[in-house]
């Protein structure tokens, strides 16, 4: 049987290394192009370590070949620039990056620089399964959502359906722009506080990401402004108050939301809603309490995994609820609910190359 | 001329260590004792390398000795016990556990378990200079705060005296016990989310402190009910709500509040309020945007100091102020302000002893 | 068609726990059976974060079940004790301890207190497959090489098969004992300076490996006399002289051999003895130079995979041949290990079970 | 009293930053002119945060004023070129590159490209006051020894003036340079393996080390062919075989040399030799066993300080003597030493300024 051929374009890069793998360990896809304009014509194993046996070698993006897929791990703005040649070289694109995971154009520009193709804005799915993964069988043009965006979205995902966070209501891509209540109404003050790793910001690098300088931080890398805000207050329907700290560790997003409910729950209330969300969802587990050393979601748990783990905490001193969303930034936040999508976009198992259970210990992940 | 004696109790643990490095360096005080029953009789340097330089031995805690100014680095329940013993033996007590932090047996009762000697309560003098510096001299029995608290106190006592959190009033110790209006009253809500690193768990540590599994971490490790949540709302007279995270450093603690004035405030008058607060304290810098890599408060840019640095960027679009404030916990959250309270309390530069700049670059701190 | 059944006894801890991933994802076996004094009843996601999907309950170590294959991840001296028992219950038991590892009573007193059932050392299997692939096929005793010697053993083997250490001759277990020339008598002296990371400390620790104590550590922690010396000179038929050194990571052993050979060689010689060691070996690469980042063997490279990275640099100025290897210790250096003898004991794929390919980047293995 | 002035030319680097450090708590130095060119007229807090409260802003370096002591803390190469405007300007330089290290022409020639004022090779005196503290009095030209190359004088230096290692002789800058025997001519081997910390690449780094590639490293990053070697062997007439790993640390040199006697030694004479080096060294502590969680020396024991940590440990079985030695290379290894060098040719206080005892815990130092 013929298997389904890749492409990964931008694959130099940490996402497009991670694209690489999950594809050559996958049962259906078959990687036949990894482009690289920095490092055309050498092994993937040059960029990637852990990617030495795999015979593959880069070429230069000008050159994509037909594919049945074609996976952009490209810096924002490119794919925007590229997307009809993407869609000529394959029937389904996915793009991880920001281009476009905003439902509306009015949205982008609020909150980047004007889009070059903003009726595509409309027209591209949102990749995130558990929010929406009645749209993506069949869909051609399919947006990654952000990493920090996901994790947060996935914490409160089922708050939002068992109407705790007052107001609120999911929302998928195509149907959230411009209908319905502006987010920002409301006046609830959900307090989004996340700490990252060190490979959001890519491969590269300039002197705060060195390792003298970033190594041990705790860092306010994005105090407010952060555009995963827009992203999030347009698929959860509310509104939060964001801010990112970098922290010690390569892989991870660790997002902690402090809700405050109208009306008072329970954690009986609280069980209920994560699993009604998510008891049947492949790769979310919830973790609350419990014993042992890992009693609450940690990125550590989760690391190389398309996990998410999601979990909670009721502060009934003062009435907040404390909901606490780990995962792999390289994985559930990008290239992993990338492969995700395009397992339900072309009807394979969902969980196919996506199998790693994780690693104990790790160290940073 | 004669130097001012001190003893150290509880010398081998971490926070003990610090007492011993910084009075060693002292240039009034002389270190006659140091107490360890683990390490009864072994030099310092067998539990601190970085004293191998040091001439003394752990004593028995049994027999203390005649000095000016003890400073008790024991674990929480210890001192409450032995303060008699204390007293008698110094002068001057300085108490760096949580026994009389806390400023009435009925506050104490609701977060700890019964008080030994609650009518200590209402003596003791809690030891930040910067929020009771004229209670200080000539106190006998002095508290140091919690370094989750400290880092806390320290970045919202800004706007608290500013007015800038609707309701609460600045209150030291022994006023704020009973009188008063309840800061649980107020609809404010803030947020505050703060990472420590290990040595807040103190020296031993079991399976969870073990560096393979805390190596790397963002642990929610005090999701709710943290108790230096009443320490913070005794002395700053307004409600916080409260989350602590374990992430992969040694020293430092990071808070990050989140604060939604009634009243819109610009960056004009929080640039004030730091000004007014701080312009002439020693130990507390206002860090807030600027350039370079270290834009806002980073506990690496005050790793084995006395600084406390305190920041703070404006989110319009949610009526949000966020505040940063990272000390080094073994320092300013410790040690570092139970010698800053002594010198204060016994005339000395307030400086003395605590000179120590920092290190650039530095890894984990 | 019915699956291979296997239990886990020590399955609490660090390899016991990496042992179940391995299992749990390998098509051949189905574990039936993890063994667990401490946690007997709790799922063994209590103890292993990544494995809380994993379906299956501790139990006690003295109700073993009927097998297949029988893992032992126990404490060293435990097997010895039990291996009558693990023997009735399975055909076939793979020890990770060292109780089984070296080939002669005599050497076995020498470096450990003295052995309970000596005569099965001469019946057991070293289970490293690029030394004694041929031994394992029906082997029903089966012993995982320590992490370290495993290390050096795979840098150094085509070294001596090549002839370029002098007197040196690769020794497979049972033909080792007591017959052919002392290694001790050539006068080689190769230098074998390796770096591990804190998992091999195994689960639980004390005070040395609590996080704010270890981490950031260069702690020579072996630095002499350290037991796998007498492995490694058992299996390559050469003295070496060892030391270890603890480093900040949790997962990884690394060993720098320094080689200075009684006649010159070259670096194609260096390049045709690896190459005609490893070029079949499924696990094993050859990283020696070249571009890029990762340009020896490094730990990370091979993190949660069961690759060893081995490679050379030639020191003409000082007659050296210096040669780097890496593996992940609880994986190629254990339970990797474990798992792949027997797949060869067995006749199963070689790789089954272990094809992960590692992740990039990731932080502290 | 009028206090000494100082210069530090390429202050915006990591050892310009440490020496600024230094020099603005020294009791002799005040501290007038602080040159970069990246950072001209920005304040010194904003490259090192820890100067924050540093009065002072980075010049251009065309314009130095005239002070009594300059340091050049500039990348290799350029203090060549500058020397004549350097000594133009000051009474004393002193110089941290590798310029003026090595003792003779040929040497530099041999190990680096062509020297632009190859005469000045002999003049200079290398800043080592525990190798040659008679020679600094009064120099004009200082000239500090790199860290890997410190940390294995230190170690070796003892067992050199002792006779353990053969034919080994110590050996002053200025004496060593074409007279006596070449230290290649004897077969000793001495292996010295050396892991450092990302401080070691100065700031500003490239994707080798940024944080996500260099975090948990065990990276060998200087095989063979390390220009250290020149140095080590100048100064202990003796060849060593010498091998740099990158490991995961920002602060911090580790050496450990492997050194194999021809005559036996034992324990006792080993800790006579260190004893006699180093019992009125001001800033070099030995530690060699005894008990607790710190028995050998460890850069983290050292982090922050100008003291060196050396140790040892015998290996009968194999005939070895196993050094560890472990600095912080921004200190002893850098700056600190530069100081040190600075106070003994000026006559000052040979500890001033460099007494700070180090932290504990401390994180990745």
């Known amino acids: 049987m013929s298997r389904t051929t890749a492409a990964v374009v931008g694959a130099s890069g940490f ?80 793009d991880l990056s920001a281009d476009f995971r905003l439902p509306s154009a009015d949205l982008y520009d609020e909150w980047y620089d004007g889009h070059e193709r903003p009726e595509l804005l409309a027209e591209a799915t949102y990749a995130l399964p558990e929010l929406n993964r009645e749209e993506l069988p069949g869909a051609d043009l ?43 109404d409301g006046d609830q003050r959900i307090v989004v506080d996340v700490k990252v790793g060190s490979s959001e910001g890519g491969a590269g690098g300039g002197e705060a990401s060195s390792h003298a300088e970033r190594s041990g931080v705790v860092r306010p890398y994005a105090p407010t402004g952060h555009r995963h805000e827009a992203e999030i207050e347009a698929y959860l329907g509310t509104r939060v108050a964001f801010t990112v700290h970098a ?51 940690e990125p550590k748990a989760v690391a190389g995994t398309n996990v998410a783990e999601v979990g909670f905490e009721l502060d009934p001193r003062n009435g907040r ?34 199998e790693f259970a994780g690693l104990h210990p790790v160290g940073a992940p």
Chains 1, 2, 3, 4 share one sequence.
């Open 321 to 354: 609820v404390v909901v606490f969303s780990a995962i792999d930034n390289m994985m559930k936040g990008s290239a992993g609910q990338a492969v995700h999508a395009a397992n339900v976009a072309l009807g394979f198992e969902e969980t196919a190359g996506l």
């Open 247 to 297: 922290v010690d560790m390569v892989r991870g997003a660790s997002a902690t939301c402090h809700v405050f409910p109208d009306d008072p729950v329970t954690k009986g209330d609280l069980w209920g809603a994560y699993r009604e969300a998510y008891e049947d969802e492949p790769f979310v587990r919830t973790v609350a309490g419990g014993g042992g050393v890992y009693r609450y979601p």
């Open 15 to 94: 996402t497009g290394g991670e694209l690489l793998r999950l594809l050559a360990g996958h049962p259906e896809f078959e990687v036949v192009q990894a482009t690289s304009r920095k490092y055309t014509r050498k092994t993937v194993g040059y960029a990637h370590p852990n990617l030495r046996e795999l015979d593959l070698r880069f070429t230069d993006p000008e050159d994509l070949e037909s594919v049945d897929v074609l996976f952009a791990a490209t810096p924002h703005g490119v794919s925007m620039q590229h997307v009809d040649a993407f869609r000529d070289a394959a029937d389904t694109v996915v």
């Open 142 to 184: 399919i947006a990654a959502g952000g990493c920090n965006a996901t994790a947060t979205v996935l914490g409160l995902l089922p708050l939002v359906d068992a109407g705790v966070i007052d107001g609120a209501v999911r929302s998928t891509a195509k149907q959230s722009s411009g209908e319905g209540s502006d987010p920002r």
